[in-house]
């Protein structure tokens, strides 16, 4: 099993990044999946989930209107259009595929917002 996270980097406040999840080694069409944050000293946090089928999102407060998930399930991958960014959106970001007891996740991609 395989999820392996890419597009983080440094953008400016204002900004906007697009991070991609690709993921192999299960059925991925079945899991539901979901983005994570840490940022330094805070507890992971959820961004963002998407259901299998037929794909509802949920977002926490503070990302929505400025983030959206998004699925394409034939080609595995998940991914998190992010708007608006923010300095406080500074974290490590992390892909999640979760269905019943069986959690796995990315590596993480770092996302730094600053001037």
């Known amino acids: 099993v395989q999820l392996v996270e890419s597009g983080g980097g440094l953008v400016q406040p204002g900004g906007s990044l697009r991070l991609s999840c690709a993921a192999s080694?299960?059925?991925?069409?079945?899991?539901?999946m979901s983005w994570y944050r840490q940022a330094p000293g805070k507890e992971r946090e959820l961004v963002a989930a998407?259901?299998?089928?037929?794909?509802?999102?949920n977002y926490a407060d503070s990302m929505k209107g400025r983030f959206t998930i998004s699925r394409d399930n034939a080609k595995n991958t998940v991914y998190l259009q992010m708007n608006s960014l923010k300095p406080e959106d500074t974290a490590v970001y992390y892909c999640?595929?979760?269905?019943?007891?069986?959690?796995?996740w990315g590596q993480g991609t770092q996302v730094t917002v600053s001037s």
């Open positions: 998407i259901s299998s089928g037929v794909g509802t999102t």
């Open positions: 999640n595929a979760h269905r019943g007891v069986v959690d796995y």
């Open positions: 080694g299960f059925t991925f069409s079945r899991y539901m």
